[in-house]
């Protein structure tokens, strides 16, 4: 069974941080691509970052590029299959609910529909 299970969000005052993980099973996290979306009220789910599964690649909406860092731990270790969105400079417009996402394949993509799993989503509220 796939389980995706995000933790981290939180309240914080506008410029920030926060660390959001999302951690997996073993055979929902190896070899496939992961990624972040949020969607706050009202708006649809729009794209954070995304990762490929060898780490080597990754992508960022505009609206994050230089502020937030997505990582993953890839080890053999079945506890430690997690996925890291390092947020900086955190703005009011970044409150959403927070998602992790398994992409199909092991190509990092920025796609929506080219993730099937999703994680039940993180609060993240920036104060001004």
């Known amino acids: 069974q796939v389980q995706l299970v995000e933790s981290g969000g939180g309240l914080v005052q506008a410029g920030g941080s926060l660390r959001l993980s999302c951690a997996a099973s073993?055979?929902?996290?190896?070899?496939?691509?992961m990624g972040w979306f949020r969607q706050a009220s009202g708006k649809e789910r729009e794209f954070v970052a995304a990762?490929?599964?060898?780490?080597?690649?990754?992508?960022?909406?505009?609206s994050v590029k230089g502020r937030f860092t997505i990582s993953r731990d890839n080890t053999r270790d079945n506890a430690k299959n997690t996925v890291y969105l390092q947020m900086n400079s955190l703005k009011p417009e970044d409150t959403a609910v927070y998602y992790c996402?398994?992409?199909?394949?092991?190509?990092?993509?920025?796609?929506?529909?080219?993730?099937?799993?999703w994680g039940q989503g993180t609060q993240v509220t920036v104060s001004s």
């Open positions: 990762i490929s599964w060898g780490g080597r690649s990754t992508y960022y909406a505009d």
């Open positions: 996402a398994r992409a199909n394949g092991i190509i990092a993509t920025t796609r929506r529909p080219e993730y099937g799993y």
């Open positions: 073993g055979r929902t996290f190896s070899g496939y691509a």
